[in-house]
């Protein structure tokens, strides 16, 4: 007769399951931080203390460089006692008030890149420093560029780590909390790397397409400008003619139509000129089929003084651009529409402000009112005058709209409305 397992069986058969999880994650993860703390210490060690003494970069270029990596490795190295000692929740308590030093080194990470490459092109010393301090077979093979981007990857593995330590952990464990607020702490500086990396990856996608475009007039570089993507599309025109294919180019604020340059040319024969901007503002996109569902289909874009027929024989192609015509001018709807709902708000104490010159709330400001009525009379004229604060409507080009971003000095009043980036 066989003897079934009873609940308290199988509640710590559970228990020794989380446990041997925990147990395996744990001893990976103090192995590897502590090959991490021995990677940092090749930098900090044979790159950072050695340049400074032997002053072959300048302070500012070496900050630029290795930026906060030195603040890092001591945070690393608390961070590896209480590990080595079976301290997870505590110790990642104790490093997680420290990861603005991840920050600072993440937010500087590409202009280290871009400092770094420069210093090997126009420094001869420190480029033969550097292939010498390679060569040492602490190394391990490694160059100083890899090692430079370890503390963006053990976030990642941080991440990794502190998820499973936590689902692997029993919530009347002491340590539950310590690594439930781990995780939202070093998912914040996850977020921050990415978001970083997003935008640095759009700033490339930007310069490659002004590089693209022939001469200066059309302007792609932007303030919170995002690209999207770009192809080849038969722009109809409206008087039936035949269909001329074109190559756009969307952003999340405009559609920007080209034309190839002519190939003869002898320097801009790979490049395009820019035709027409059309801002997304108020454009409307739909779907038209006709004689052209078989082969694909149609596209009518409507602007407030133009409108576009874009075909194409994909169907895969079209639904592709629709889906992102459309989602482009929803996010840009939204975004005005927290604008709107801000410069709103922002307005509010105005006109209370005003409301109380005009509300009599005490003896004093009554009799204050009565003994200067030309006093009274001017703050009238002044709220008169004080012109509108309407949201700027961008009619032009999309770069010249972008530009309202970067206005200069705002009064607190105005900043809530036109010191917002439309992406």
Same mark, same amino acid.
Request: proline content about 5%; aromatic content about 8%.
């Given at each position: 007769?066989? +003897?079934?397992?009873?609940?308290?069986?199988?509640?710590?058969?559970?228990?020794?399951?989380?446990?041997?999880?925990?147990?395996?994650?744990?001893?990976?993860?103090?192995?590897?931080?502590?090959?991490?703390?021995?990677?940092?210490?090749?930098?900090?060690?044979?790159?950072?203390?050695?340049?400074?003494?032997?002053?072959? +970069?300048?302070?500012?270029?070496?900050?630029?460089?290795?930026?906060?990596?030195?603040?890092?490795?001591?945070?690393?190295?608390?961070?590896?006692?209480?590990?080595?000692?079976?301290?997870?929740?505590?110790?990642?308590?104790?490093?997680?008030?420290?990861?603005?030093?991840?920050?600072?080194?993440?937010?500087?990470?590409?202009?280290?890149?871009?400092?770094?490459?420069?210093?090997?092109?126009?420094?001869?010393?420190?480029?033969?420093?550097?292939?010498?301090?390679?060569?040492?077979?602490?190394?391990?093979?490694?160059?100083?560029?890899?090692?430079?981007?370890?503390?963006?990857?053990?976030?990642?593995?941080?991440?990794?780590?502190?998820?499973?330590?936590?689902?692997?952990?029993? @919530?009347?464990? #002491?340590?539950?909390?310590?690594?439930?607020?781990?995780?939202?702490?070093?998912?914040?500086?996850?977020?921050?790397?990415?978001?970083?990396?997003?935008?640095?990856?759009?700033?490339?996608?930007?310069?490659?397409?002004?590089?693209?475009?022939?001469?200066?007039?059309?302007?792609?570089?932007?303030?919170?400008?995002?690209?999207?993507?770009?192809?080849?599309?038969? !722009?109809?025109?409206?008087?039936?003619?035949?269909?001329?294919?074109?190559?756009?180019?969307?952003?999340?604020? !405009?559609?920007?139509?080209?034309?190839?340059?002519? @190939?003869?040319?002898?320097?801009?024969?790979?490049?395009?000129?820019?035709?027409?901007?059309? @801002?997304?503002?108020?454009?409307?996109?739909?779907?038209?089929?006709?004689?052209?569902?078989?082969?694909?289909?149609?596209?009518? +874009?409507?602007? #407030?003084?133009?409108?576009?027929?874009? !075909?194409?024989?994909?169907?895969?192609?079209?639904?592709?651009?629709?889906?992102?015509?459309?989602?482009?001018?929803?996010?840009?709807?939204?975004?005005?529409?927290?604008?709107?709902?801000?410069?709103?708000?922002?307005?509010?104490?105005?006109?209370?402000?005003?409301?109380?010159?005009?509300?009599?709330?005490?003896?004093?400001?009554?009799?204050?009112?009565?003994?200067?009525?030309?006093?009274?009379?001017?703050?009238?004229?002044?709220?008169?005058?004080? #012109?509108?604060?309407?949201?700027?409507?961008?009619?032009?080009?999309?770069?010249?709209?972008?530009?309202?971003?970067?206005?200069?000095?705002?009064?607190?009043?105005?900043?809530?409305?036109?010191?917002?980036?439309?992406?």
């Amino acid at each position: 007769m066989s +003897l079934l397992p009873g609940p308290s069986g199988t509640i710590q058969e559970q228990r020794d399951r989380w446990e041997r999880k925990r147990s395996r994650t744990a001893k990976e993860l103090v192995k590897t931080e502590q090959l991490y703390c021995q990677q940092l210490r090749l930098v900090t060690t044979y790159f950072v203390e050695i340049l400074k003494a032997k002053g072959t +970069l300048k302070q500012d270029i070496r900050e630029n460089i290795f930026s906060s990596i030195q603040a890092i490795h001591s945070v690393n190295q608390s961070l590896l006692v209480h590990l080595e000692n079976g301290y997870f929740g505590r110790g990642f308590d104790q490093f997680c008030p420290h990861l603005q030093h991840y920050d600072a080194y993440a937010d500087n990470i590409y202009n280290a890149n871009k400092v770094l490459g420069t210093q090997l092109k126009k420094n001869k010393a420190f480029r033969r420093f550097k292939k010498l301090q390679e060569t040492r077979p602490e190394f391990d093979n490694h160059e100083l560029e890899d090692l430079l981007q370890l503390p963006l990857q053990r976030i990642d593995q941080y991440m990794h780590f502190l998820q499973d330590l936590t689902a692997n952990t029993s @919530p009347d464990n #002491p340590e539950f909390e310590q690594l439930s607020r781990a995780v939202t702490a070093v998912g914040k500086v996850s977020q921050r790397i990415q978001n970083n990396t997003r935008r640095h990856e759009n700033h490339l996608q930007l310069c490659r397409v002004q590089k693209l475009l022939k001469g200066r007039s059309t302007k792609v570089l932007a303030a919170g400008r995002w690209y999207i993507r770009e192809g080849w599309l038969n !722009m109809v025109p409206p008087k039936g003619a035949e269909a001329k294919p074109k190559m756009f180019f969307l952003f999340s604020d !405009m559609l920007l139509q080209a034309k190839r340059c002519s @190939p003869l040319h002898p320097t801009n024969g790979d490049k395009f000129t820019g035709q027409h901007i059309y @801002p997304l503002q108020d454009c409307t996109v739909e779907k038209v089929f006709g004689h052209t569902k078989s082969k694909g289909g149609l596209l009518s +874009l409507t602007f #407030p003084k133009a409108k576009l027929l874009l !075909m194409s024989s994909n169907q895969k192609d079209l639904n592709d651009w629709h889906q992102s015509l459309s989602s482009a001018i929803s996010k840009l709807h939204s975004k005005q529409t927290v604008i709107h709902q801000r410069g709103e708000c922002g307005q509010r104490p105005l006109h209370s402000a005003a409301d109380s010159h005009n509300t009599p709330s005490s003896s004093s400001s009554s009799s204050s009112s009565n003994n200067n009525p030309g006093r009274k009379r001017n703050m009238g004229n002044t709220e008169a005058t004080e #012109p509108p604060r309407d949201h700027p409507v961008w009619e032009g080009s999309a770069p010249k709209r972008m530009k309202q971003c970067d206005a200069p000095e705002q009064s607190s009043a105005e900043a809530s409305t036109s010191g917002c980036v439309i992406l």
